[in-house]
T-cell receptor
Framework: DTAVSQTPKYLVTQMGNDKSIKCEQNLGHDTMYWYKQDSKKFLKIMFSYNNKELIINETVPNRFSPKSPDKAHLNLHINSLELGDSAVYFC?????????????FGPGTRLTVT | DAKTTQPNSMESNEEEPVHLPCNHSTISGTDYIHWYRQLPSQGPEYVIHGLTSNVNNRMASLAIAEDRKSSTLILHRATLRDAAVYYCILASGGSNYKLTFGKGTLLTVNP
């Protein structure tokens, strides 16, 4: 069983569209994250949710809206897509929101905006 | 966030040990030292982490200097599957835990 799964794996869309990426973890973890890896391969935290509550928002444009319907799911909705949003988006989870424990990452969603 | 410094790249031969260094001179008392790796076209993968004492697991060993200002990730017998970018990251033991990735070390393993 996949611990952290993301759908879709690839997403190609045009500028101005709205799209969503879904993430699910079956590890029973309390905390989930979204990271973005740009074309230069830098990985940056975007959001963190702990038990469905937003705890980290790293100055991400408000076109990005995370939603956590329950603690096993963290979805990312992006409005009015821009060329600069093209990247690989990784979801991750950890047992709790303190640095004593490791994070588990999903396989990534490659978003291409044309 | 406290910063880490790693070599841009390292090379190793298959079945030989690999020692990946990391400097973190501004580490605070509550920072955990985490190591992750990213294989090509995959998500980051947890390797090991520790606070003060050396740590061993099935993947690797982590040696932490006594003053905690540096650490070394040890792969005991490198395989071709270990070729990846290795990231050394400091993570606060407090709340709002996040991983701040740097450039990492690109490890090449020669057959």
């Amino acid at each position: 069983d996949t611990a952290v799964s993301q759908t879709p794996k690839y997403l190609v869309t045009q500028m101005g569209n709205d799209k969503s990426i879904k993430c699910e973890q079956n590890l029973g973890h309390d905390t989930m994250y979204w990271y973005k890896q740009d074309s230069k391969k830098f990985l940056k935290i975007m959001f963190s949710y702990n038990n469905k509550e937003l705890i980290i928002n790293e100055t991400v444009p408000n076109r990005f809206s995370p939603k956590s319907p329950d603690k096993a799911h963290l979805n990312l909705h992006i409005n009015s897509l821009e060329l600069g949003d093209s990247a690989v988006y990784f979801c991750a989870s950890s047992p709790h929101h303190r640095g004593q424990r490791e994070q588990y990452f999903g396989p990534g969603t490659r978003l291409t905006v044309t | 966030d406290a910063k880490t410094t790693q070599p841009n790249s390292m090379e190793s031969n298959e079945e030989e040990p690999v020692h990946l260094p990391c400097n973190h001179s501004t580490i605070s008392g509550t920072d955990y030292i985490h190591w992750y790796r990213q294989l090509p076209s995959q998500g980051p993968e947890y390797v090991i982490h520790g606070l003060t004492s050396n740590v061993n697991n099935r993947m690797a060993s982590l040696a932490i200097a006594e003053d905690r200002k540096s650490s070394t990730l040890i792969l005991h017998r490198a395989t071709l599957r270990d070729a990846a970018v290795y990231y050394c990251i400091l993570a606060s033991g407090g709340s709002n835990y996040k991983l701040t990735f740097g450039k990492g070390t690109l490890l090449t393993v020669n057959p």
